[in-house]
């Protein structure tokens, strides 16, 4: 239920996502340490997967190096676990693809997420449609199921989306895969949160191409919260400690200033 | 009892669906929507007919193979001749229906991905025909060993990104495409080309392809006056297979058998048999078979023809396998070698290495059956684009 606190107590989030595992198990820990002591409000946990058909050429790597150094799913959860004991109070949702939920059993997978002290899911490539089986094993296990709302979703799909999504909905600011862009297509965003915003009252936030501190200023103002990934990730797998913590700090003071 | 499948969330019994990103949804709810439109509509499947017939070079011929059958000593062995079409496969059939609903969606930009490179050899060919842009996402590995159809899809004006990811094969094509379509979904259609991926593609490709089916049943009815005793195809997706199955799935008497890729045998690890050697997971937006790993990642796969080298395999397939309609078994590199050299010296005809993958299993089928007996083989696609790849492997 941290998820639903936050969102009591707090108006903006800076939503932060890594890759477990991501360059090696060690590294990624203290990444993730980094990330929720600078100003992480709800981190994101990456689970690695084969075929991460909604990720962009940084995270692709992430997944690719995870997989290759031989992480499995109980280091996942051992990092998760490990986080929870660190940072009681911080939202942790697991990003991953359907299919290892899906191939170890969705409540096996539920089951094993929240004794690691997971709060719950984002499942890129599973719509609310087809999310009833792992909407059912969450519930018995007190988890959130976090549904994506994309500029395409039109107003029959984002009611769908809102009455679906627990405590929050992560809306994805372009048509595209995620990574680092240069220029977010912020006007169309605009319209697109102003139509969410009559349709749904669950807090949303922005992610996909966010990477500066003038980008999540700007999406803050319109929503309740950035995420930033792939900058993130690509920083910890150049090793540059000190401009991530830089990073992290000044992205989450631009955010809490809105 | 008539066969209605998919239902109207797009699933086979318990395989198909639509697991994509969100993105992603109302393309596909656009596309089952214009579906639904050009299936009342009698002008589409006019023209469609048309380029089958005066572009394509349908119907193709359903022709008695005397000397296989001699050679298998049971039943009559019939090969359907989709490696006379145009471009060499029986791909074109779909690429064609697509291409012309890209047209009435209004949309100009096509993108695809191939293995063997007929998938996108087809597309460019359908795209060149209409007008349309049309970018082919093929793997290193494939666009290596299948230089000649890179040739031929850049000659027909279309671009080919060769993708460098992951195993560089067909799976990571798809990735790519799928990449391509969350990206550009707005002014471009995805002409999948199998019967994989969310729903509606498999059913869409399906009908695409049930031609071959329909024609067979009509031919073989005009020449042996009854329905075959069974049916064979090679199986990597799985379009060939679903388009001559389809019309026969209701007439239980009608063995159906899918011939996967066994590669170096299923106990060596390195084949692309998703049904005889994988598990049920969740990949390319449809919930079928798979070759994964216990935690769920999907494993490399190995096979000699780039066109059956697939970690899955259609939503349909695992269906009429779960439920026991069809039987699907196997074929190793060295047996497709066979078979393609069989094919060729006792009937003239050089197969492509995909179906090459089903001659063995025709000819014990044939034995099986016996005397009296008809086997129909669908030769889905022609040898010339494997010839550089064969040569490496046999000595005449």
């Not at chain 1, 203290?30 to 689970?47: H, P, Q």
């Not at chain 1, 909604?54 to 997989?67: K, R, Y």
């Not at chain 2, 929507?33 to 006019?46: G, P």
């Not at chain 2, 259609?314 to 396998?321: I, K, T, V």
């Amino acid at each position: 239920m941290r998820l639903e606190e936050f969102w009591k107590r707090n108006k903006k989030a800076l939503v932060s996502y890594m890759m477990a595992g991501y360059p090696d198990y060690e590294t990624s820990l203290s990444a993730f340490k980094i990330l929720l002591r600078e100003g992480t409000d709800i981190l994101e946990v990456g689970f690695p997967f084969s075929d991460p058909v909604a990720d962009g050429p940084t995270i692709q790597l992430a997944h690719e190096t995870a997989l290759k150094g031989g992480i499995k799913s109980r280091h996942v959860f051992e990092i998760c676990g490990r986080l929870r004991e660190e940072f009681p109070e911080k939202p942790i949702l697991l990003m991953t693809y359907y299919n290892p939920i899906f191939k170890m059993g969705v409540e096996n997978f539920c089951k094993r997420a929240k004794s690691a002290g997971v709060d719950g899911f984002i499942v890129p490539d599973l719509p609310p449609e087809e999310g009833f089986e792992l909407k059912e094993a969450c519930r018995s296990e007190g988890l959130s199921l976090v549904f994506l709302a994309s500029p395409t979703s039109g107003e029959r799909r984002l009611k769908l989306i809102c009455s679906h999504s627990d405590h929050m909905v992560y809306f994805v600011s372009l048509t595209g895969t995620t990574g680092a862009r240069k220029e977010l297509p912020i006007q169309r965003l605009k319209e697109n949160l102003q139509l969410y915003r009559s349709l749904c009252e669950k807090p949303v936030v922005v992610g996909f191409g966010i990477s500066t501190q003038e980008q999540a200023k700007e999406i803050a103002q319109l929503s309740d919260g950035v995420v930033v990934g792939s900058h993130f990730v690509r920083l910890v797998g150049e090793g540059k400690w000190q401009e991530l913590s830089e990073s992290v700090r000044s992205i989450s003071e631009a955010i809490r200033s809105c | 009892m008539k066969y209605t499948l998919p239902d109207e969330r797009g699933y086979f019994g318990e395989f198909g669906g639509k697991f994509v990103p969100e993105t992603l949804m109302y393309a596909l709810e656009e596309l089952e929507e214009a579906y639904r439109r050009v299936k009342e509509d009698r002008s589409f499947w006019e023209e469609l007919e048309y380029y089958l017939k005066n572009f394509a070079g349908r119907p193709t011929p359903l022709y008695y193979a005397r000397r296989l059958t001699e050679y298998a000593g049971g039943a009559k062995i019939y090969i359907k001749r989709e490696d006379l079409l145009h471009t060499g496969a029986h791909k074109i059939n779909n690429t064609l229906g697509q291409a012309l609903l890209t047209k009435k969606m209004g949309k100009k930009r096509v993108i695809a991905e191939t293995g063997a490179g007929q998938h996108g050899v087809a597309t460019a060919t359908a795209c060149a025909l209409l007008g349309l842009e049309c970018v082919v996402y093929m793997g290193e590995e494939d666009a290596e060993r299948q230089k000649l159809n890179v040739f031929r899809m850049e000659l027909l004006g279309a671009q080919v990104c060769v993708v460098k990811s992951g195993t560089r094969t067909l799976k990571d094509a798809i990735n790519e495409a799928l990449r391509d379509w969350v990206t550009n979904v707005e002014t471009t259609h995805y002409i999948i080309g199998s019967v994989v991926g969310p729903h509606p593609f498999p059913m869409l490709v399906r009908d695409f392809q049930k031609v071959i089916g329909e024609e067979t049943k009509a031919q073989l009815y005009e020449l042996e006056g009854r329905l075959p005793d069974a049916v064979v195809a090679c199986v990597g997706g799985g379009s060939n297979a679903m388009g001559i199955f389809y019309p026969f799935v209701e007439h239980k008497e009608v063995l159906l058998v899918g011939v996967e890729a066994g590669g170096l045998g299923i106990e060596s690890g390195k084949h692309a048999s998703s049904i005889r050697g994988g598990s049920v997971g969740v990949l390319h937006g449809m919930k079928s078979y798979f070759l994964q790993d216990e935690e769920g990642q999907i494993l490399p796969t190995h096979s000699i023809s780039a066109g059956l080298d697939y970690p899955g395999v259609g939503p349909e397939h695992a269906y009429l396998f779960k439920s026991g309609r069809a039987k699907y078994v196997y074929a190793t590199d060295e047996e497709a070698l066979e078979g393609f050299k069989l094919l060729s010296r006792l009937e003239g005809i050089i197969p492509a290495l995909e179906p090459a993958h089903a001659v063995l299993r025709v000819v014990e089928l044939a034995k099986d059956v016996g005397k009296g007996g008809i086997v129909v083989f669908n030769l889905s696609g022609r040898g010339d684009k494997d010839m550089w790849h064969v040569m490496k492997h046999i000595q005449l």
